[in-house]
């Protein structure tokens, strides 16, 4: 019985893991179509977003500068978000072992 409860926790928390991931991700990509498509910058909701959006792009921002600014957008957060969706895949394979 309990080699399934223990088993039954590392599952768990590699879930946890990589919710946490897909809700960065989510975050990221939710900033880049508001961007995308113009949203009012000065909206309460879009201000909330971006205080949570900017500090987890980490370092992409300006890392390719690129001459179109919606493709940067698409860069800057687009690749922040694929690097959360990796990064907690890995941790939660290592965490499931």
């Keep these: 019985m309990s080699r399934w409860r ?3 926790r ?5 879930r946890v893991i990589t919710g946490i991931g897909a809700l960065f991700a989510f975050i990221e990509v939710l900033y880049m179509v508001m961007l995308l498509v113009g949203a009012n910058a000065s909206n309460g ?3 909330f977003i971006r205080s949570l959006a900017d500090p987890l792009a ?3 921002p300006g890392l390719f500068p690129v001459g179109n ?3 940067a957008v698409i860069l800057n957060y687009g690749l922040a ?3 959360w969706l990796v990064i907690t895949g890995i941790i939660a394979r290592l ?3």
């Design 6 to 8: 223990g088993s039954t």
């Design 58 to 60: 980490l370092f992409w």
């Design 10 to 14: 590392t599952h768990t928390a590699a």
């Design 45 to 47: 909701f879009f201000i």
């Design 95 to 97: 965490v499931d072992r």
């Design 69 to 71: 600014a919606d493709l």
């Design 81 to 83: 978000a694929v690097f």
